[in-house]
């Protein structure tokens, strides 16, 4: 199975950018297509899709959302963090199956 | 609108079985793939199943493997999840998923499932 490594925490500042990191253990890249997807989960609440395909903003997510990397090597980046934005953020990869999730960024503020 | 409605969920000793399912609408259930993701509590996320949109092929985690079952009825537009000899690690909060751009688009709220005596 491809594994997804997050750190577990980042404290931001309101106003501040956010960079989530996520590592795959391989590449998770076909061609041109990076099939790495992001996901925010706010307490008792379901995760909602922000980011699919490395790149590309899900319907009605935030332009201040957005998502870069190929490969291994990917970034949610939140420029600038509101207070709505404090929740967990998650890493997903769609290259191999099984799919598997990374294990979550909690965005603390600082 | 896209809704996901998951049911059937509780309180279940090991070794029993349960059903969830999963009401669909908003879209035309028939024509995406279906999965099933659980979180422990506290935990992070985890894929359980997937479901090919009209239920020909299914892929299921190593853990689950013939124990749980996943299927649809397109007529009903709903998915289900029928689980066996459940064990105290299938604690979990199941999420219905529908599969679009090629990951998963849209979540149910999701259903508790614990396993205890």
């Known amino acids: 199975d491809i594994v997804l490594t997050q750190s577990p925490a980042l404290a931001v500042s309101l106003g501040q950018r956010a960079t989530i990191s996520c590592r795959a253990s391989?590449?998770?890249?076909?061609?041109?297509?990076?099939?790495m997807h992001w996901y925010q989960q706010k307490p008792g609440q379901q995760p909602k899709l922000l980011i699919y395909?490395?790149?590309n903003l899900a319907s009605g997510i935030p332009a201040r959302f957005s998502g870069s990397g190929s490969g291994t090597d990917f970034t949610l980046t939140i420029n600038p963090v509101q207070a709505d934005d404090i929740a967990t953020y998650y890493c997903?990869?769609?290259?191999?199956?099984?799919?598997?999730f990374g294990g979550g960024t909690k965005l603390e503020l600082k | 609108e896209v809704q996901l409605v998951e049911s059937g969920g509780g309180l279940v000793q090991p070794g029993r079985s349960m059903k969830l399912s999963c009401a669909a609408s908003?879209?035309?259930?028939?024509?995406?793939?279906m999965a099933w993701v659980r979180q422990a509590p506290t935990k992070g996320l985890e894929w359980v199943a997937t479901?090919?949109?009209?239920?020909?092929?299914?892929y299921y985690r190593d853990s689950v493997k013939g124990r749980f079952t996943i299927s649809r009825d397109n007529a009903k537009s709903t998915l289900y999840l029928q689980m066996n000899s459940l064990r105290s690690e299938d604690t979990a909060t199941y999420y219905c998923?529908?599969?679009?751009?090629?990951?998963?688009?849209?979540w149910g709220q999701g259903v508790m499932v614990t396993v205890s005596s």
């Open positions: 908003g879209f035309t259930f028939s024509n995406y793939g």
């Open positions: 395909r490395a790149s």
């Open positions: 479901i090919s949109y009209d239920g020909s092929s299914t």
């Open positions: 997903q990869q769609s290259r191999e199956s099984p799919p598997t």
């Open positions: 391989q590449s998770v890249s076909i061609s041109r297509y990076n099939l």
């Open positions: 998923t529908r599969e679009g751009l090629e990951t998963l688009d849209y």
